[in-house]
């Protein structure tokens, strides 16, 4: 299987930014408020349907968030995509996961969300209520009590809280590529999980590696740029990660620009 160059995804995300960096930053201002709207939404709904049980609402409440901001994300995907084919890129095409393979990507979404929530079944009832609850953390009292309130929850289930950690990571890896394959292929929802799951876990150290440059690299710009560079970091983080399944997967016929252009740079 196809390795993943850690360095040269840096270098490839921030050539594919440059290229159309006007619109990536102008698309990233609406993908930020978009998704604190579906945030809202989300835990609006929960609250409002507690009746069906906190793990349901805790799934239905991952699903809504997690298609909401899959579909928007995907959109660096498919500008991405299109630039490198050479077709030029309007800003209607962010857009397009909402266009194209909407039920294929959706299809994804609802299987990981449901995979990502299995360890909560197996968590103790009020678990979610204590670890998302709001508390007034100006009372020193009450903040004391919270912890000591989790300290035991945590102890008397430290089990459960391992295997819940470890499904996530064993999900989250193996299924990180599974949403560009539906979106940009259109291919069925269990085809795309299949395809990416052996091809993710034998990058996995790869993959490690780059999460630990961006994550690095987040910061530092994040703190020089008083949190204004995130309108650029995170439009080239998420082009990172395109490109990172760009280079598993099958290339289409033709020089891919991005290459051409480093060949030239370098």
Request: hydrophobic share 55%.
């Amino acid at each position: 299987m196809k390795k993943i160059d850690p360095f040269y995804a840096l270098q490839a995300g921030w050539v594919r930014y440059k290229n159309n960096a006007g619109m990536y930053t102008a698309f990233t201002i609406v993908w930020f408020i978009a998704t604190l709207l579906i945030t809202t939404v989300a835990t609006g709904m929960g609250g409002i349907l507690t009746l069906l049980g906190e793990r349901l609402v805790a799934l239905l409440m991952a699903i809504v968030l997690g298609a909401g901001t899959i579909f928007l994300t995907m959109g660096f995907s498919h500008v991405a995509r299109k630039d490198e084919l050479g077709t030029g890129v309007e800003f209607g095409d962010f857009f397009t996961a909402l266009r194209v393979n909407q039920t294929q990507l959706f299809g994804v979404v609802v299987i990981t969300s449901i995979l990502g929530q299995l360890g909560t079944f197996f968590m103790p009832e009020g678990f979610a209520t204590l670890s998302t609850g709001q508390f007034d953390f100006s009372n020193l009292d009450e903040l004391q009590m919270m912890v000591e309130d989790m300290q035991e929850v945590y102890m008397d289930n430290m089990g459960v809280i391992m295997l819940a950690t470890l499904i996530q990571i064993v999900f989250g890896v193996g299924f990180m590529f599974s949403t560009y394959r539906a979106s940009l292929e259109g291919e069925g929802p269990m085809e795309a999980l299949k395809w990416s799951f052996p091809r993710a876990w034998s990058n996995f150290f790869r993959i490690f590696v780059l999460a630990l440059m961006t994550g690095i690299i987040a910061i530092i710009l994040g703190v020089l740029t008083l949190f204004i560079g995130f309108l650029v970091i995170i439009p080239w983080m998420i082009l990172v990660q395109f490109e990172m399944y760009d280079q598993i997967c099958d290339k289409p016929e033709g020089l891919d620009p991005v290459v051409e252009q480093f060949d030239y740079d370098n």
